[in-house]
């Protein structure tokens, strides 16, 4: 009788206990969001799917939600952060390299020329950021990233990239979580790149990080094991390669998608075409004065097909002049 | 003062229900081991890196350990149950390929002839698996593996393969998850097959199943979006790439591996050189009576090198035969 009673005792501390992270999950709120149409759809959402008896309750397990990074997490103006990186990392090579001073696209570049290092389009790209994210070995492009992400700043803004992320954004991944969602990240950019400050940052743990990979290969380096990043593309985590990077790595479907370009847009058809209840939103960049505006025209982040199909099927569109109080978190970091 | 005392209380309250988790955590035993080194190694391994105040602590979250699983989790005799699954779907496609009946290796395969069939070689399973593994969408082949499994059973022993998983590693998997571990599969099985079941069976969710894939086409079809399996490799998760996969998937270095087999052996070196504390631990298929007897010599699953490499750096290696005292879990599902 004395350990039944022990038992129940236990029982009710236990359901106290969760009663009081319940609260505790309720406290984490959207402050950062106006009241306004898509705040209330994703309460609305989350609610649905997470009350117990609900028709469309989800079980915690299957409650995938899936992030595009730039321009849905943090900026991506006046280029994606991941190819500032690489920019900076030509300068920072360039002693190793003296040829470089007559090849394009590191001539223009050395000479501070970026746009005329752009010039040459994706192969100029392809060329900066294989000569560096390749030849290294993986624990050395890790600390590469560290650094630079440590010591960099901003062009226009003068922050650290890691400062920024977008405020409301940080606090939807607080919510979602709360309420049981495993968050992930599913972008184009690089995986060994985002992986570094995506913990730190974001709160998502690398093993929840999906990106374009290059490949590596495994060799011991007098007995040592070590993985060799190599000037080859593996895979390309974008367009029609968001949902098979979301099956390839994730391997279930995600419930609720979240991105900014038209580069997300299979991603979000893919999430709606599951059965039950879905969400998918498009942060739009429309506040020039706080943070950049741009959709149909813009050469990065491009937001076109996606902004007519979101309007067509009802998905929830973000203005980020209207219904962000904050863009970035007060930069403190 | 009354709001402190409030607060003061759900903390004990907090303390009391984590203590009472904590209580249930220690009783995820490793039952159907014998009381001889692996068990203890497991346990003294899993003390160290969770004490509070070890020197050799690790945080929650790098709590990362990794396991093969042909041969690892559930047998692999007479051959991976995945080539079972598909000379079993080239049976129930051949109405489909009137053909088949005159082109090896179907012919043989048709014939009754397995051996016959397999005579081929790795050009032959390829092509077996390739038309058993692809021209479908990722939810036909979920199918087909769900029913396969629901259906077919072990031509020796006569279980459904999921009752082939070996209960004490599904006791070491509660219990490093118990312990704050994520648990993940690494295996060179394809990752569509084995995110089926390994879940229900293992308690791993399809996110943490790393394996080898194929390459995957998404499309429009009348306007719903689908996933086509193409025959092709986009990534073979075995041998010096089990160490790539781990990094392109989970992106953290493993504390603890498990395996089986000289596939496994980059993975346990990959783990063992992190610093800290590291587990590496094989499993030695030693029991012909209650399994199979097999390592230097076998052509599925050899254990040669890798025997040598644990023997040399003291990693743990378990003989089914003598460390376990049940193989497979009681025969109910």
Chains 1, 2 share one sequence.
């Not at 992320?165 to 972008?187: C, D, N």
Request: charged residues 25%; contains cysteine.
């Amino acid at each position: 009788m004395k350990a039944l009673q022990r038992v129940s005792r236990a029982f009710v501390l236990l359901f106290a206990a969760l009663a009081g992270l319940q609260l505790a999950a309720a406290q984490v709120a959207l402050q950062s969001w106006n009241d306004r149409a898509p705040k209330k759809a994703i309460e609305a959402f989350v609610e649905r799917v997470t009350k117990q008896g609900s028709p469309d309750f989800v079980p915690v397990a299957e409650r995938i939600a899936v992030f595009d990074n730039d321009g849905t997490l943090w900026a991506e103006k006046p280029m994606y952060f991941q190819l500032l990186f690489a920019l900076d990392r030509v300068k920072a090579l360039s002693g190793q390299h003296p040829e470089w001073k007559d090849k394009e696209p590191f001539a223009s570049l050395l000479k501070g020329d970026v746009k005329g290092a752009l010039a040459g389009g994706e192969p100029a790209i392809v060329q900066i950021v294989m000569s560096t994210h390749a030849g290294m070995t993986t624990e050395e492009f890790d600390k590469n990233v560290r650094d630079w992400l440590a010591t960099a700043k901003h062009p226009q803004t003068g922050r650290h990239y890691t400062e920024m992320a977008y405020q409301p954004m940080l606090e939807l991944l607080a919510y979602l979580r709360a309420h049981g969602f495993k968050t992930f990240i599913v972008s184009g950019g690089g995986v060994d790149f985002m992986r570094v400050f995506s913990e730190r940052v974001y709160g998502i743990p690398p093993e929840q990080v999906v990106g374009s990979t290059g490949k590596v290969k495994f060799e011991l380096r007098d007995g040592k094991p070590v993985l060799v990043k190599l000037p080859e593309i593996q895979f390309v985590d974008d367009k029609e390669g968001k949902p098979v990077g979301i099956h390839q790595f994730i391997g279930r479907r995600p419930i609720a998608a979240f991105g900014n370009s038209d580069g997300d847009l299979q991603m979000l058809q893919w999430t709606a075409a599951g059965s039950g209840a879905r969400f998918c939103l498009y942060v739009h960049h429309t506040d020039a004065e706080r943070e950049w505006a741009y959709d149909r025209q813009s050469s990065i982040g491009r937001l076109d097909k996606g902004l007519d199909e979101a309007n067509a099927r009802g998905w929830t569109v973000v203005s980020m002049k209207d219904d962000w109080k904050t863009i970035f978190a007060p930069a403190t970091k």
